[in-house]
């Protein structure tokens, strides 16, 4: 039994290490993603703002257009002042030049703040453009660490699997099925030790009677709390695993 339990021992260390190499790949991956994230959300208040600046424009040539329609008409208006023989007309005419000057003055107003606001746009559109540039160069030299770091993750993870098949191949297949189920249900961990009378699965206190039993390593010993299997670790073993660690 003491052998079958350090084969037990032996696979759940070589699934921690898969699953540390699997954790490392994800990270590199979502530091990724993340940085491709924030590149796009920056690209789409880009182009809002692009847009905003197409439609501003557009409304400035339209004022634009506006009040030299407004200027033409006053001119007109005035030159027909000339022309007119009644006061009715002569009284229509500085209407609508009087209506026109105040068109001209408005629209020559709006074009002032529409030139403020395309300036302060165009600023924060070439800054923000800068920053996509910026973090686009970044992320494919990261792409290009990423991948090279991935890759050595990904052969040292292969490496091990296959240490891990033959561990697999010399436990009593009942033994592996009970691990396998730990395994998924227990995040991962199946197989922990008994310390000061505690397991170090779910960090329970054990009857002494068990402790006694997980000592001998005669059986299989199950903790009663989170059904992990159970192995006894010496204090010299704990001390060491610490320095490690």
Not at 51 to 73: F, M, P, W
Not at 193 to 211: E, N
């Amino acid at each position: 039994m003491k052998e079958e339990m350090e084969r037990l021992i032996d696979l759940q260390q070589i699934d921690s290490e898969i699953a540390g190499f699997d954790k490392a790949i994800a990270k590199c991956e979502d530091e990724l993603a993340k940085r491709e994230q924030s590149i796009e959300q920056k690209q789409e208040k880009l182009a809002t703002l692009q847009a905003k600046i197409e439609r501003l424009s557009e409304k400035q040539k339209e004022n634009q257009e506006e009040h030299e329609q407004a200027t033409a008409r006053v001119k007109d208006r005035q030159n027909k002042m000339l022309l007119v023989q009644t006061s009715r007309e002569h009284q229509a005419l500085l209407k609508e030049i009087e209506e026109n000057k105040k068109l001209a003055k408005d629209t020559e107003e709006r074009a002032l703040q529409f030139i403020e606001q395309l300036e302060q746009l165009e600023v924060e559109a070439k800054g923000l453009n800068n920053q996509c540039k910026g973090e686009q160069d970044l992320l494919k030299k990261e792409q290009q660490s990423s991948a090279k770091e991935i890759k050595r993750l990904a052969t040292a993870k292969k490496s091990i699997e296959g240490e891990r098949a033959a561990k697999v191949a010399a436990v009593q297949p009942n033994y592996i099925q009970r691990y396998t189920k730990l395994i998924a249900r227990r995040s991962g961990l199946a197989v922990v030790a008994v310390q000061d009378s505690i397991c170090l699965g779910c960090h329970m206190t054990l009857p002494p009677q068990q402790v006694n039993e997980v000592m001998k390593g005669d059986k299989l010993n199950i903790c009663p709390t989170c059904q992990r299997i159970l192995y006894f670790r010496e204090e010299e073993d704990a001390q060491e695993e610490s320095l490690v660690e």
